[in-house]
């Protein structure tokens, strides 16, 4: 379905080039010479890369038919990544080139929403935040309390993230995946 420039919103799924794109940002514009267009950055499904686009005001651009689907992933063979459909139960593969650095914030049971283009799975969209235990972190040093100070701690995923000197080994933490920045201390009860 052709969709109109004026329809542009974040997240809107479109297709240029044969490929699947989604929409990250778009700005409107009216130059008091010229026609007016849309400047827009587009990030590819397929490989994550990110563009600069421009179009027409008035532009029609193809919708991408993309399906999302609930997907609960369930372990690593050590080359790909199985995940499994939460209703028919079937198993889907994705190798390490695939994910990329999201494979790091995969823990088992982890729901995933995988998405599918022309039928094929070609990316997957991790929850924003996971909560996580830290498995290895150093002590904090007594007498470096300055302002902000962080320290390196590994979580149960195999991430590692700069955390504040309080952070103790064996701390549930809530990690924001896109930018893999610890957010806060969990309590548990």
């Keep these: 379905m052709a969709?109109?420039?004026?329809?542009?919103?974040?997240?809107?799924?479109?297709?240029?080039?044969?490929?699947?794109?989604?929409?990250?940002?778009f700005q409107h514009v009216k130059p008091g010479k010229g026609g007016a267009f849309v400047r827009t950055?587009?990030?590819?499904?397929?490989?994550?890369?990110?563009?600069d686009r421009t179009f027409r005001s008035g532009e029609k651009i193809e919708e991408a038919e993309i399906d999302d689907r609930k997907m609960q992933y369930l372990y690593s063979d050590g080359s790909s990544y199985i995940f499994m459909d939460s209703e028919n139960f079937d198993q889907i593969p994705f190798d390490e080139k695939q994910l990329g650095e999201i494979s790091r914030f995969l823990k088992e049971n982890l729901e995933v929403d995988?998405?599918?283009?022309?039928?094929?799975?070609?990316?997957?969209?991790?929850?924003?935040?996971?909560?996580?235990?830290?498995?290895?972190?150093d002590p904090g040093v007594k007498g470096d309390t300055a302002s902000g100070a962080t320290?390196?701690?590994?979580?149960?995923?195999?991430?590692?993230?700069?955390?504040?000197?309080?952070?103790?080994?064996?701390?549930?933490?809530r990690v924001d995946t896109r930018s893999g920045e610890y957010v806060e201390r969990v309590n548990e009860s």
């Design 114 to 137: 995988v998405i599918f283009w022309r039928g094929q799975p070609i990316n997957i969209e991790l929850p924003a935040f996971i909560q996580a235990v830290v498995t290895q972190c």
């Design 41 to 51: 950055k587009v990030r590819n499904l397929k490989n994550g890369r990110v563009l």
């Design 151 to 173: 320290k390196p701690a590994t979580l149960e995923t195999g991430a590692v993230i700069q955390v504040p000197l309080f952070i103790k080994e064996g701390e549930t933490l």
């Design 3 to 25: 969709i109109d420039t004026s329809n542009f919103r974040n997240g809107l799924k479109i297709e240029l080039d044969g490929e699947p794109f989604t929409i990250t940002y």
